[in-house]
Structures are given as structure tokens and as C-alpha cells.
């Protein structure tokens, strides 16, 4: 199932300005076919990542979330990508404590010149959020009873 | 435990040499204690030492950043002053550690969850067991390791890892009770859906009071807290599900490689909603990726702000 032929999903793109903002871009100038779910936010560095931009996606009704950067050693900055690596990781490793699927979140390194390797990338992604379907939604619930720790000492007797 | 005596010679002899010195005191009524600033003899008379002595009291040592205070730790808690150093957010030579080995703390929320504790009149320590009367009248006889906090069950540094002055014998590592907190692995059987349904739940109770925040040892923001910032306003006010599990992801996050599992913020929620548990399923990734406890070696980078070119946990994506 390709996600072209079937009803959009919410996903979030977040791509370095030097590597895969370039790549993404360098596949639309060449007419690459790309399914058309992700919004793009540009980074200037995925050393600007911060874990907190997918839980605030993920949790504000994204159903997936993709980070993309320039490969390992071709950092504009030098280490950017590394420590992302680092935090992403760990991210990647807590989703599902938090009951949400892991692959709704993925990260990968593309750079500019690869416009055939940013269309598979989306596509593949873009596939596999489709196939896990619209992320579960928090909603608030209206039966839960506001209850203070029982026997809880607020005064002294 | 060590003798109270020893202690209090040991607080004296810095005393001098400081602001004052963290302790714990007697808070009002016989189970629980709250800290104790010690400035001179008269406070020190105040300074209690034994099962009641649960605040990690590392909280407050950034706070009095280029002062030179004083503080007393247990093992737990020394893993806190611990981190702290090795991040640089307290300087070495402005703190004076008092060591003491412990033996377990007791949990108000465990004893709550047996018997209203608001009329407690006295409680009476004898081994294991502790005799804790009430104002009507009633007598409770508790076994410790019954009402023990979670991490004094998995405790494995009974003794202080960092200190300038020891009080009493260092005891024995006993066997943990459990390996990895009981509560964690009931929560690791359950199916993603179930997870998201248990954190839905529990966040809606959340009342937002940044209590668990303000008890972190390691929460140093302060007034610059991105939950609470205008600029970039990050988190909306509102008090819904979303904000509310937000924040403790913020918190969860900032804490990665960093949290000490000390249980403050858990003690502190007002809702019983069971935060540490984000603290310590968070440990337990940095721990399978880069082999790392917080706290333990004061020479140490934590995990997050280092990395290495090739990492040897971490897979390259092949696409």
C-alpha cells in the first residue's frame, strides 16, 4: 500500500538545512514521485533536535515523525549529528513505555546529493505509518474523580 | 544505623567552617521528618537521625551555589551530590559531605496506604519492626521491609560514594529484595495500548503543582523551567491530558543519563501518581545503551552530553 492512494496521515518531517532539506529538495526539482503526508520543518542542524519537538508532534496528533541529517562524519558542524544520534536513540527506546509504537518515529542521515535515497527513505516511511495506522489520541477523560492521596496528612492533628 | 551521638560530633566539628549544615529534624508527628538547617548548637540538638530520615536533601545544595555549605547524605543520596558535581552545577570545595551508611528508610505512602496517618502520636523501632500508635488509641504494628520504599528494596549502595567525613562503620551491601523494581516489570508486561490507556489515566489526575519538579535534586532551571516559559512559549497553561503528560516527558527527557532514581519526585506528587516510573523505565535505556548509571562515577560524562563516532549500541539505519 503506498501512502499516494489512500487518505493522508499526519507526518512530521524535520530535516537539516545542509543535508536532507537539500536532498528532499533536489528530489522535487527532479520530478522524483513522492507520497505527499509529511510537512517539513526545517533544522539548521539535527544537533538542534531536541527529543521534546517529536513528543510535542507525537502527542499533538502526529502519527508519525521522521528526523533526517547529514550521514555520520559529514556534519556542517562537525558533531551535530552525533549527539543527536545519542538523543534520538534514546527517544526512539522510550516510545514505547509511553504505549506509543516505536516505529512512528524513525531517524536516518541523507545528504543533498541523494534525491533517489530521500524518496525511497519517504516512501518507506510513509508506508509504514500507514500500515500502523492513525496514532492513538489522548483525550481527556471526563469520569476520572480529582482524589488526593488517601489519608493524606495536609494538617497536623 | 549509625549513632546519632557520632553524627552530631561530626556536624559540629564543620559547623564552623560553613553556612549551615542540611540535616533532618522531626516534622510533625512521629513518622515523619522534614530538613533542618543547622546554623549553630541549638539546631543541632534538633538533628535526628533513623528510618524516618527519607528526603534526599541534595535538592538544596544548588540553591546555595558559592556558598560553602554543609550536608549529611545516605547512599542514595550521595549518588545525587554526585551528579551534581559531575555536571559542575555544584563546585567540589563549596560543599562539605557528611557520610552515613543506612540501612533502609521507611515510605509514608506505603504506611498511608495501610492506615490514615494523620493522628499518629508515636512510633517505637524495635529490629524490623515498628510499633506506630495513633491518637484513637490504636496500635500498628508494621514489618519495615513492608512499608520500605521501592528503592530501598533494589538499594545497591548502602554507603555514601562520595563524602569528606564518615560517620560510623560502612555496612555490608545486603542482597537487594528484588532485582529491578517489582512495579516495573508488572508495567513492562503490559501491551502498548494498555501503557497508553495507564499513563491517560494516571496523567488526567495530575494537577500540575510542579511539586515533583521542585523536589528534583537534579531539576537546577528554576525560573528558566521551559514548562513555564513565555519565550518560546513551549507548554500551554491549559490543564488537559496532553499538557499534563507533556510535562513529565519534559522531565523525563531532561533527566536522561542524569536521574539518580532517587524518588523525590514520587514522594512529593500529592496525586500518588506513580512519576518515578518514568524516571526509572528511562534509566534502564540509558542503561542498555550505553551501559551508564547515573551518579556513581563523579569523573564520569554523562551519556547525553558526549558521543562517540562509531557507537557500539546504537545500529546504523539501513534504508
Keep these: 500500500m503506498s501512502g499516494m492512494d489512500v487518505k493522508e496521515l499526519r507526518i512530521i518531517g524535520f530535516l537539516c538545512n545542509w543535508c536532507s532539506y537539500g536532498g528532499a529538495d533536489s528530489a522535487g526539482v527532479a520530478r522524483y514521485k513522492q507520497p505527499t503526508d509529511m510537512r517539513i520543518i526545517r533544522l539548521p542542524c539535527t544537533g538542534r533536535m531536541d527529543p521534546l519537538f517529536v513528543l510535542k508532534a507525537l502527542l499533538g496528533g502526529a502519527d508519525g515523525v521522521l528526523v533526517s541529517g547529514c550521514h555520520p562524519f559529514d556534519c556542517h558542524y562537525t558533531s551535530g549529528n552525533f549527539y543527536a544520534r545519542r538523543r534520538l536513540q534514546v527517544l526512539k527506546s522510550y516510545l514505547p513505555v509511553l504505549g506509543i509504537h516505536e516505529d512512528r518515529f524513525e531517524y536516518t542521515w541523507v545528504s543533498a546529493s541523494e534525491a533517489a535515497k530521500w524518496q525511497s527513505v519517504v516512501t518507506a516511511f510513509t508506508d509504514r505509518i500507514h500500515e500502523l495506522g492513525p496514532a492513538p489520541r489522548l483525550l481527556e477523560l471526563e469520569d476520572m474523580p480529582l482524589r488526593f492521596k488517601e489519608g493524606m496528612d495536609i494538617w497536623p492533628s | 544505623m549509625a549513632e546519632l551521638n557520632e553524627l552530631r560530633e561530626a556536624v559540629a566539628k564543620v559547623l564552623p567552617d560553613v553556612k549551615h549544615v542540611i540535616g533532618w529534624q522531626r516534622g510533625y508527628h512521629a513518622v515523619r521528618s522534614s530538613p533542618l538547617f543547622i546554623r549553630n548548637q541549638e539546631d543541632l540538638d534538633k538533628l535526628i537521625w533513623d528510618r524516618t530520615c527519607y528526603q534526599n536533601l541534595a535538592s538544596y545544595l544548588t540553591s546555595t551555589r558559592g556558598e560553602r555549605v554543609g550536608i549529611i547524605v545516605k547512599g542514595c543520596d550521595s549518588r545525587s551530590v554526585n551528579q551534581l558535581l559531575q555536571e559542575q552545577l555544584i563546585n567540589r570545595e563549596d560543599v562539605v559531605v557528611i557520610g552515613v551508611p543506612c540501612t533502609g528508610v521507611i515510605s509514608l505512602d506505603k504506611i498511608r496506604a495501610k492506615f490514615p496517618i494523620n493522628r ?101 532551571c528554576r525560573d528558566h523551567c521551559i514548562a513555564e516559559s513565555r519565550q518560546p512559549h513551549y507548554q500551554s497553561q491549559e490543564a488537559d491530558v496532553r499538557e499534563k503528560f507533556f510535562f513529565q516527558l519534559i522531565h523525563a527527557m531532561h533527566l536522561a543519563g542524569r536521574c539518580t532514581e532517587c524518588g523525590e519526585c514520587e514522594r512529593a506528587c500529592p496525586m500518588d501518581i506513580p512519576v518515578l516510573l518514568f524516571k526509572t523505565r528511562m534509566g534502564k535505556v540509558v542503561k542498555d545503551l550505553f551501559d551508564y548509571e547515573a551518579g556513581v562515577d563523579q569523573t564520569a560524562v554523562p551519556p547525553l552530553l558526549t558521543f562517540q563516532a562509531e557507537e557500539s549500541n546504537i545500529e546504523e539505519k539501513e534504508w
Excluded at chain 2, 508515636?122 to 504494628?141: C, F, P, S, W, Y
Excluded at chain 2, 549502595?157 to 560517620?167: A, E
Excluded at chain 2, 494516571?202 to 535534586?217: F, H, K, L, T, V
Design chain 2, 120 to 220: 499518629v502520636k508515636d512510633m517505637q523501632v524495635e529490629g524490623d519492626e515498628l510499633t506506630i500508635a495513633t491518637r484513637d488509641g490504636e496500635e500498628h504494628k508494621l514489618n519495615r521491609w513492608d512499608v520500605a520504599p521501592d528503592k530501598c528494596l533494589a538499594c545497591k549502595y548502602p554507603n555514601p560514594l562520595i563524602f569528606d567525613t564518615h560517620v560510623g562503620e560502612p555496612i555490608e551491601t545486603w542482597e537487594p529484595k528484588q532485582g529491578l523494581y517489582a512495579r516495573d516489570e508488572e508495567f513492562d508486561q503490559k501491551s502498548l495500548d494498555e501503557r497508553f490507556e495507564f499513563w491517560r489515566r494516571e496523567m488526567s489526575r495530575c494537577i500540575r503543582c510542579y511539586a515533583c519538579r521542585n523536589a528534583c535534586p537534579m531539576c537546577v
